[in-house]
């Protein structure tokens, strides 16, 4: 059910109130915290009918029919899901039967594979996650409640509850990596690559992204660094569904290499 998304009722007359500073007092005060940054481009309250969950698909027959369920469940049927899809096995049949959009591609890595889902849809909020049913889909109404609360990007961050279901090497090097792009930025993060994200649909088209395997680092580092609002929210994460399609250490140093690349490209891109 999306009963879930309190906001709703009485919120649906604030659509109205895109003249955001013009004529604040009444309506706006029961709403989140109307005064900040968020005014600018926070005039719109969305639904799951503006969601789309998209997701890279790589020989994931274990885990799909979860993961769609739950997506289906949580958003009440109102979430458009796209599948962008590389498998050999049954992943895309199952992911049709339960209505899912379904893109075909070889094969080509994570990045490519979630570059292409995430500039599919033509949905003003777009949500990010694997596909190996490590991510709570009951998380979604807050990410949504965060996107109309103001923010551009909100980042599930695994490690805040400690990831126990994450093997102790990714355990660690998802610290490391967070250090890194924490100290490069100048701003604390706490997880760079969560598959787990809702991003405003203008971030997503107006950014070029360049990575591959580091991709999800790149679509934390570089909106944060353009000033946009960038939130992380502390996310449950389970054991993965299905076999990793991530080598550790040749995975690790691809991602490394990309945080280092994408921060200091946006340092130069702010002289
Ligand atoms: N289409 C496509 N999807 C991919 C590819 N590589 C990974 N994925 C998907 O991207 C998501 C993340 O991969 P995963 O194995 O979970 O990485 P991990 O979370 O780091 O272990 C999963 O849903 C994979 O099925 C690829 O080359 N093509
Ligand atoms: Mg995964």
Redesign the pocket.
Known sequence: MSGSLSANGSADEVDAAENGAATDGDETAGVETAGDAAAEGAGEHYTFDDVSVV??????EEAIATVLDDVDEVTGGRAEVVC????SDRTPAIAREHGATVIE?E????G???REAILAPDRPVVVTT???D?YPMEQLPEFLEAINDGADVVSGDRLYHGAEAMPAF?RLGNHAFALIASVLMGERVHDT?T?MRAYRREVVEEIEWTENTGLSAELLIRPLMRGRDVRERPIDYAE?LG????DPIE?GAAIAKSIVTVCLEEQLRRL
């Open positions: 997701m890279g698909t790589y020989n994931e962008v899809d590389g498998s591609q094969p080509q890595g994570y490519v594979a979630v694997d596909c190996d490590t990714n690559t598959g993965r076999e990793t399609k991530l995975g």
